[in-house]
């Protein structure tokens, strides 16, 4: 059964950071590409960072650039989101997802699986 279990939200200032974990098991992490959604009360989940299966290529929504960082540990099934300069539109869950393959993707549905998300509040 495949798990991915996200940590390390929480609240924090403007201007602050943040880094979330997703710890994954049930599957073989290597083969997959990892992504991070976001969902806002009221929108859409939305796509912030995908990395592939090698931590090789990595994608970003514009609003995030320069501002988030994705990383992978496959030793440890483990993918990261480095958040700075946290702003309050940053405000959402925050989902880890992963896609069975070694493509990245932007898409929510080119993702297998989900996590069930941890919240991510930046206040002013």
């Known amino acids: 059964q495949v798990q991915l279990v996200e940590s390390g939200g929480g609240l924090v200032q403007a201007g602050g950071s943040l880094r979330l974990s997703c710890a994954a098991s049930?599957?073989?992490?290597?083969?997959?590409?990892m992504g991070w959604f976001r969902q806002a009360p009221g929108k859409e989940r939305e796509f912030v960072a995908t990395?592939?299966?090698?931590?090789?290529?990595?994608t970003y929504v514009d609003s995030v650039k320069g501002r988030f960082t994705i990383s992978r540990d496959n030793a440890k099934n483990t993918v990261y989101l480095q958040m700075n300069s946290l702003k309050p539109e940053d405000t959402a869950v925050y989902y880890c997802?992963?896609?069975?393959?070694?493509?990245?993707?932007?898409?929510?549905?080119?993702?297998?699986?989900w996590g069930q998300g941890t919240q991510v509040t930046v206040s002013s």
């Open positions: 997802a992963a896609r069975n393959s070694r493509v990245v993707a932007i898409g929510r549905y080119d993702y297998d699986y």
């Open positions: 049930g599957l073989t992490f290597s083969r997959y590409a």
């Open positions: 990395i592939s299966w090698s931590a090789g290529s990595t």
